[in-house]
């Protein structure tokens, strides 16, 4: 079928090369002239026949509102627009309450798989009413593995994303777990081989996994990771899960500890270990270490 | 090559004829008298030739305790035993030093692999003295999967109880943070194929993995768990995890959340939240959940 | 001064009664026809000199912001609305937008104090213009502790309530600890007499404080506190503390076991460790402990 | 009553002054020659009158454990000792053990106060038999306040350690409480305020305490804590807490989480969050931030 695909970058041009090697039609937007195949939004909408389906790729929040805005404009009743980006599901949800104002139909898609997925496919997690995302199933069959799996429609408007996020939230504890063993290993006096150890393990453990494969590979490499700090940024989706259990009522002090850990790897002084240090000060007279003046 | 085998159970007995398919000669013992070789381990000792190779999978413990102090008497300097029950790794260092002082070698062995070790190989974590492993070593391979993997020399006496419990705790991690993000989903209004969801994951995401199996499995047994109770028992080696983390000072969020929250599984009523609910009601006139006379 | 006072419940009614004592002139709206001074807010303006003062203590959400929005047509330019009841502080600053927009200002309060308050005074933690809030000086004083202490001026709109939010942040944490405290006392075998324990504590130690005065009174009253069910609910400051934690990056993790602890306190059953228990049963023949009927 | 002490340091030498003023004869004995009355344990236990009774305050560990081993010999079959330091209580039930042997009776008191404790009393918990317990009481009155409070007899023998462990535990939760409090408010761009935030809250909240007394008053020397580092030692009490807490299957997320925290503070770099900087760059080409040669 013929596609609009609305950011062309890392992600977005791997999608429409595997679109267009399964036949797909894919006519392509970027902001960037050497990507684009039409030079404006209004030229993309024309060359669609109709009803339209548009997919959206580029970064979540103001970049993806606005475009939603100006196709809003463009677009006519019965298209159908794929939010493919990192959106917060409950923005999803305004999006399609924006859309859905003009006759507008809207899928919202979780995409992983980063750059492996061009060749091996995606992991599609899809939300919307049942007949927009059959509409669109088309393209999600080309984007997903040949073997048939990493597909699921996941729910209604917003459930895409939301899995999305959740998926990222158990990466977040599975690799702080991992994380924590290392440490353990590498801190005691016990465990000469600990790049090895965790080699073992990819075979016949209950560990086994593609994060386990990955931190082998990454001690092969630098076998105590002398090459890299322990600083670790976020990229939104793991606070999203706390900040969705808590409106749940759901516990989740796993995902939430790896995201803390994150957020304090990324300190040069902790605020709250100060006032622990003045407190101990207070109380017992033991010494506290005295700040430099630029640490502050 | 020769070998006393004592606990012939589920896993001893599996061990035994995966042994014996790959060539080796294995006596065994058994509490219970149908299962075994020998009847008595002096029986077992004189059957085996010097310098004897002794093989030990009985609870850990006070049976493995006591089996040792048995062996002490019975061994001779320059046989070996290999522990590879459960053991936490500060009871091999105590065995190893009494089996030392009677000249007797001592080696540590992590076993994992459950009931499908007996066709795939087991994962053979080691600990002990290069040459006595040496000695163990073609043991070992036979254990292992036929591939050449699972298997580690760890470190000294203890670390392959070390890393096995280590690999044990992260794999509590692991199992909560796939939990939480259960949890969530089912709480939310968002998601109506959870199930379906976790099957997506199979392919192409991040959080792919054996424990991802597995929980599709389950949810395809029964796709909202009703039939199974929130309870999880623990068996020692997520404490032992958080205990040898607390000795190091190695800060271990996630490990030990997931281990609180089984401790938690296990409880009709929590005394401390029965503190906190007494709290509200003495500062705030917050109303109290009377309790019923048969859950305190 | 005169003011005008919005919801005469019990924290109302008893702020009411305190600041009449004090000399001010209240005039007071409820729903309640019994507890009013007047029947409708058009006659409270009406009956309040220019510019007016008008303190609003109503729930926090839908009842506040429709106040705020009938007193948007109601007040005139240079009147000031002070907001003295659980508003979320971002609330705070929408309303106080909605309400600059007619040229009325406005304030935000957080008060604690409870029941004691009308007679020992109220904690005051006020957010907003210095001279808005220097307008509303004399109230304040009135209701604050005679001693001139429990008063602050944290910043500006929202602050009052941001701060009102940590400090119950944190209270549930210091709940938390003593908690888990008494649960581990209560669990040894070690301890005969946990109350006694508490009470010895009050004088000369670290941790003596109002909650474990309070927890103390309760032990008294119910030494085992079997009368209580370990169930706790959260009243929204808690989550928002939590959450404003992720916003800004900060590691919470006390405040975020505690909150999740009363989460996890009124659950019948845990769907999280219904995830647990049916892994350990996939990889380890582990039995799971079936549910009864009525639990899933 | 005569008493004999064994270890005059901070500690020591200010609970004999304060044993002295109350009419108590005192026998002190030191490593340090400056200090003592005796030279010798031999010529200590020669000084006091039969049945004896011998208070040991020297550090927990060997120097207690040595003590211990060398008043066996010197003491007689009803004789007490009375261990003040501060002892596992685990290694109480042992040195009790050791006594009991030769008829020696052995009580544990938990002593909290700091410098402050000579002038306004200590808090005494105390584990051992009801008449060993009661055969010093008038020691333990003449340390406690003049009030009659700061006295518990918890339980048998470790019990006295026992509590104060848990007590400290619970400080560690409450401070660390504190801390992420203030770092919330300090992250904030909410807060003008900070340090009159804390201390107006020292009147009528629930959060009232002696830690927040302290707080306020480091906050008044050092406002925003710029010449202290958020770095914090523990003192053993805290891991034992916890360690407890697994043994007993007690969830105690609260005061884990405050260790945690402190084994985090001193770490220049985190082990753990190399491993899970380097997870993400194996799988999202995320940079990693490269570590300077000197912070591995």
Redesign the interface.
């Known amino acids: 079928m013929q596609l609009g695909l609305i950011g062309l970058g890392k992600m977005g041009g791997n999608m429409a090369a595997r679109l267009r090697e399964k036949g797909h039609e894919v006519v392509g937007y970027d902001r960037s002239p050497d990507l684009r195949d039409v030079d404006t939004l209004a030229e993309l909408v024309e060359r669609l026949p109709v009803p339209r389906t548009v997919w959206l790729m580029v970064p979540a929040g103001k970049p993806t509102t606005d475009t939603i805005e100006e196709l809003a404009e463009l677009l006519a009743p019965g298209d159908l627009v794929i939010e493919g980006g990192n959106s917060h599901?409950v923005d999803d949800r305004r999006h399609a309450g924006q859309l859905s104002a003009k006759g507008i139909r809207y899928v919202d898609a979780g995409v992983?798989?980063?750059?492996?997925?061009r060749q091996?496919?995606?992991?599609?997690?899809v939300?919307g009413a049942a007949e927009d995302v059959a509409h669109a199933k088309p393209i999600f069959d080309a984007l997903?593995?040949d073997?048939g799996?990493?597909?699921?429609?996941?729910?209604?408007v917003?459930?895409g994303h939301?899995?999305k996020m959740?998926?990222?939230?158990?990466?977040?504890?599975?690799?702080?777990?991992?994380?924590?063993?290392?440490?353990?290993?590498?801190?005691?006096d016990?465990?000469?081989?600990v790049a090895?150890?965790f080699?073992?393990?990819?075979?016949?453990?209950?560990?086994?996994?593609?994060?386990?494969d990955?931190?082998v590979?990454?001690l092969e490499e630098?076998p105590?990771?002398?090459?890299?700090?322990?600083?670790?940024?976020d990229s939104g989706e793991g606070?999203w899960?706390?900040?969705?259990?808590?409106?749940?009522?759901?516990?989740?002090?796993?995902?939430?500890?790896?995201?803390?850990?994150?957020?304090?790897?990324?300190?040069d002084?902790?605020?709250?270990?100060?006032?622990?240090?003045?407190?101990?000060?207070?109380?017992?007279?033991?010494a506290?270490?005295?700040?430099?003046g630029d640490?502050?």
Do not use: C
Not at 112 to 117: H, I, K, P, T
Not at 190 to 193: G, R, S
Not at 288 to 292: E, G, I
């Open positions: 599901y992983s798989g980063g750059v492996w997925g091996n496919g995606y992991g599609i997690m939300g997903t593995p073997s799996g990493g597909y699921v429609h996941a729910g209604g917003g459930a939301f899995v959740v998926h990222n939230g158990i990466e977040y504890g599975m690799m702080q777990a991992f994380a924590e063993g290392y440490e353990l290993m590498a801190a005691s016990v465990v000469d081989d090895g150890t080699d073992s393990w990819r075979e016949g453990t209950v560990v086994r996994s593609w994060l386990l990955l931190l590979r990454a630098d105590e990771l002398e090459g890299i700090r322990g600083y670790a940024q606070r899960t706390v900040q969705a259990a808590v409106d749940h009522a759901v516990p989740a002090p796993v995902i939430t500890a790896a995201l803390f850990a994150r957020f304090a790897s990324r300190q002084d902790s605020p709250a270990m100060k006032v622990v240090a003045a407190l101990r000060n207070q109380f017992g007279g033991h506290v270490t005295k700040s430099t640490s502050a």
